[in-house]
């Protein structure tokens, strides 16, 4: 079931959300600090002494896939059409850059993971859809990823990461790229549009149907 929401009044956290009933707020809210704390998001890292080498590359999120209906919002709210360019930033089994190229007829687009399997998977899986040739996916750190080429970028990582990555794609994108995020916003970047969706494909990973996606413009220099 899907159920689309137009919510151009809850920028920011869950809690902004108007015109949901409490005791839906305070079930989506416990349900995902259930998850953040199983998905170790909720810790602190340990502090890193001065004289030690740079942090190899580190999961900042788990393998939790987009319910596919909400690929389609996803989608829809960036306005994925013909030469655009998609890159997911932490694409699992790939499933956001091969729909936006076999079914929204995007020119191209990669995906990195640090998951090798997952890599596999869904390089296996551009190829059963047709898109290999145009679609590629890299076991590559996020933060390695040279995301200039992107019209779209995709990204359904935890709440702590998102200001590195608000930073690192503010810094590289091109002006006017649109930027979805999926369940966590930006800290300080200002949101184009919100949308709130409800798919009963969510309850199995996080616990509740209830979706938040945000839309973002790379502004002008
Ligand atoms: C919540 S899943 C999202 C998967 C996919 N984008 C989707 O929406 O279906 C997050 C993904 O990020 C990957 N990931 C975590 N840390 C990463 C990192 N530092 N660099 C690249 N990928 C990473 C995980 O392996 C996982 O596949």
């Given at each position: ?63 939790v896939y987009t319910p596919t209906d909400i690929v389609d919002e996803i989608m ?146």
């Amino acid at each position: 079931m899907r159920v689309h929401r137009p919510c151009s009044a809850c920028a920011g956290t869950l809690s902004t959300v108007r015109g949901e009933p409490l005791v839906r707020q305070i079930g989506a809210a416990v349900a995902m600090a259930a998850w953040l704390a199983s998905a170790g998001a909720l810790a602190q890292p340990a502090p890193r002494p001065a004289s030690a080498p740079a942090d190899p590359p580190r999961s900042v999120a788990p393998i939790v896939y987009t319910p596919t209906d909400i690929v389609d919002e996803i989608m829809d709210l960036a306005g994925v059409g013909a030469g655009d360019y998609v890159v997911d930033l932490g694409s699992g089994d790939g499933r956001l850059v091969i729909t936006a190229v076999a079914k929204y007829h995007a020119r191209g687009g990669f995906g990195v993971d640090i998951d090798g399997p997952i890599v596999k998977v869904s390089n296996d899986n551009a190829a059963k859809a047709g898109v290999a040739d145009r679609v590629k996916f890299h076991e590559r750190d996020l933060f390695a990823a040279d995301v200039s080429e992107a019209t779209v970028v995709t990204v359904y990582l935890l709440p702590g990461i998102m200001p590195k990555v608000e930073k690192k794609l503010l810094a590289e994108l091109k002006p006017g790229t649109r930027v979805v995020t999926h369940d966590f916003p930006f800290p300080t970047w200002t949101v184009e549009k919100v949308i709130a969706v409800e798919s009963l494909d969510k309850i199995a990973t996080t616990g509740f149907a209830f979706t938040q996606l945000y839309l973002y413009k790379v502004p002008p220099r």
